[in-house]
């Protein structure tokens, strides 16, 4: 086997600590901020003169990670915040949560947008996309049993 496990998922964002409130909101929580540049990370990532001020998430399980980036050299290129939900490429991060309806109404306070609406998906779940930081979409999913 190759994979031992997937670490973490790394998110590019214009402000950090607006999107770090929304995920602690989200009921991530924190493990570390850091400062990451230097010549190493500029051929890691292949870019120049790379300086970033890192945060790091995780799940209340300890097994899910979201890393928040902001780059403060180079500048981040804009990408498109409003794609839709089949653009190609990351469009998705799936949260099992409780009370989706409260979560919702939570997130909503830190900018979110619902996609969508919420739904109930057959017996096992209540699910919704919603727009957070970055343009991510966020799906909550409530298991139903």
């Known amino acids: 086997m190759t994979v ?3 670490d973490h998922v790394g998110i590019v964002v214009e402000d950090l600590a607006a999107a770090t409130e ?3 909101e989200l009921g991530l929580e924190p493990q570390g901020e850091m400062s990451i540049e230097g010549e190493l990370v500029d051929r890691i990532i292949g870019l120049e003169d790379v300086r970033t001020q890192v945060t790091m998430l995780q799940t209340p399980d300890g097994n899910g990670k979201v890393e928040l980036i902001q780059f403060h050299s180079p500048p981040a290129q804009p990408g498109d915040a409003s794609a839709p939900s089949n653009a190609l490429g990351i469009r998705h991060l799936t949260f099992a ?5 409260d979560v919702v109404a939570r997130l909503e306070r830190h900018g979110a947008e619902l996609v969508g609406e919420v ?3 057959g ?3 209540r699910l919704c996309y919603l727009r957070g930081p970055a343009g ?3 799906e909550l999913a409530e298991p139903l049993s």
């Not at 949560?97 to 309806?101: F, G, Q």
């Open 136 to 138: 991510v979409i966020v």
């Open 4 to 6: 031992l496990r997937m």
């Open 123 to 125: 017996n096992a779940y």
């Open 97 to 101: 949560v409780e009370a989706v309806d």
């Open 119 to 121: 739904v109930t998906y």
């Open 22 to 24: 929304f995920f602690l």
